[in-house]
């Protein structure tokens, strides 16, 4: 009877004990292999972003923001979206969100490019909500046009942030047959309250590609690159400089611990790249012996952008044995 009694406890202590046993005999394993080398592209396999003091966010088709490939957008569409149209965007009901990260802060005003469905008459109101907060709403017109909506101070703030458009109307709406309600060509996030919407739209990409495993940035603003760092002795290696050499060209690259929920850099190496003259140097920072979500942050003022400051092989490398 003693020996019954025991058995099922004792099969159930096997069967939770063997998986711990074969954690510790590969964790034994692992320890006697030579760890191997790494030498990662940052440029192919890291998150290249580039933010100046306004956000553009195009909607037709084929486009995204104003930073060309290879960078990354930092936007998403809530569900009742149409896809994408040579013309823009259609929201399908009465309200639509629209999700997007910034690592800065400082927008005060957001202008839309956009209008409503024709056959809705009168033509709405539309009202923002920017992070549960209210903003004046505007009256829309009929046709295609550029309407702004000025954010409360701390609206925006680092990080990810939520808008809701909500069309309302002084009469009972009625829903096209086609289900559209709102076309969005552009969205705007500017700095200024009075920023001017065609001046924005009209500049150069601020960031381009020229080469494969380089980027040359042309506007103030700041570069991102986020990369993961899977062991703690890797370090980062880059090339940077000014290839037109303007005098008094200056910036920081600083490279350390990311925490993307608290949109916080831990920098951990430092180095000052000056325009003095028309070449890139060699750089290596060290990761400070930590592992997990990294950053490459430059912030690249107007001197600097004049005389396009160039990041050019940035790897992730470690030897092995």
Same mark, same amino acid.
């Given at each position: 009877?003693?020996?019954?009694r025991?058995?099922?406890?004792?099969l159930?202590?096997?069967?939770?004990?063997?998986?711990?046993?074969?954690? %510790?005999?590969?964790?034994?394993?692992?320890?006697?292999?030579?760890?191997?080398?790494? +030498?990662?592209?940052?440029? +192919?396999?890291?998150?290249?972003?580039?933010?100046?003091?306004?956000?553009?966010?195009?909607?037709?088709?084929?486009?995204?923001?104003?930073?060309?490939?290879?960078?990354?957008?930092?936007?998403?569409?809530?569900?009742?979206?149409?896809?994408?149209?040579?013309?823009?965007?259609?929201?399908?009901?009465?309200?639509?969100?629209?999700?997007f990260?910034?690592?800065?802060?400082?927008?005060?005003?957001?202008?839309?490019?956009?209008?409503p469905d024709?056959?809705?008459?009168?033509?709405?109101?539309?009202?923002?909500?920017?992070?549960?907060?209210?903003?004046?709403?505007?009256?829309?017109?009929?046709?295609?046009?550029?309407?702004?909506?000025?954010?409360?101070?701390?609206?925006?703030s680092?990080?990810?942030?939520?808008?809701?458009?909500?069309?309302?109307?002084?009469?009972?709406?009625?829903?096209?047959?086609?289900?559209?309600?709102?076309?969005?060509?552009?969205?705007?996030?500017?700095?200024?309250?009075?920023?001017?919407?065609?001046?924005?739209v009209?500049?150069?990409?601020?960031?381009?590609?020229?080469?494969?495993?380089?980027?040359?940035?042309?506007?103030?603003?700041? %570069?991102?690159?986020?990369?993961?760092?899977?062991?703690?002795?890797?370090?980062?290696?880059?090339?940077?400089?000014?290839?037109?050499?303007?005098?008094?060209?200056?910036?920081?690259?600083v490279?350390?611990?990311?925490?993307? +929920?608290?949109?916080?850099?831990?920098?951990?190496?430092?180095?000052?790249?000056?325009?003095?003259?028309?070449?890139?140097?060699?750089?290596?920072?060290? %990761?400070?012996?930590?592992?997990?979500?990294?950053?490459?942050?430059?912030?690249? +003022?107007?001197?600097?952008?004049?005389?396009?400051?160039?990041?050019?092989?940035?790897?992730?490398?470690?030897?092995?044995?």
């Amino acid at each position: 009877m003693i020996l019954k009694r025991w058995t099922v406890p004792t099969l159930i202590v096997i069967a939770l004990a063997i998986p711990v046993i074969d954690d %510790l005999y590969e964790m034994v394993r692992d320890r006697g292999r030579p760890a191997a080398p790494i +030498d990662v592209d940052l440029i +192919d396999d890291g998150v290249l972003r580039f933010e100046g003091r306004d956000l553009l966010i195009d909607l037709r088709a084929g486009r995204t923001t104003t930073v060309p490939a290879p960078a990354t957008p930092s936007y998403r569409l809530g569900e009742v979206w149409s896809a994408p149209e040579d013309s823009g965007t259609w929201t399908l009901a009465d309200r639509a969100s629209l999700d997007f990260r910034v690592m800065t802060d400082g927008r005060r005003s957001l202008m839309l490019q956009c209008r409503p469905d024709r056959r809705r008459k009168p033509p709405p109101i539309l009202r923002v909500t920017a992070n549960g907060v209210d903003c004046d709403p505007v009256q829309l017109g009929r046709e295609l046009s550029v309407v702004r909506v000025g954010l409360p101070e701390g609206a925006i703030s680092p990080g990810d942030n939520h808008l809701e458009l909500e069309l309302r109307s002084s009469l009972q709406p009625v829903r096209p047959a086609s289900g559209r309600t709102l076309l969005v060509r552009r969205l705007v996030l500017a700095e200024a309250t009075d920023a001017d919407f065609d001046e924005i739209v009209a500049r150069r990409p601020p960031l381009v590609r020229t080469s494969k495993d380089a980027v040359r940035v042309h506007a103030p603003g700041t %570069l991102f690159l986020e990369f993961d760092v899977p062991r703690p002795d890797a370090v980062v290696e880059f090339q940077c400089g000014y290839p037109r050499g303007v005098r008094g060209a200056a910036c920081d690259v600083v490279v350390g611990r990311w925490f993307p +929920d608290k949109n916080a850099l831990d920098a951990v190496g430092r180095v000052r790249v000056t325009g003095d003259r028309r070449r890139s140097r060699s750089y290596r920072i060290s %990761l400070g012996n930590h592992s997990g979500p990294s950053l490459l942050r430059i912030i690249v +003022d107007a001197t600097s952008a004049e005389a396009g400051l160039e990041l050019r092989s940035p790897r992730l490398v470690a030897d092995g044995p």
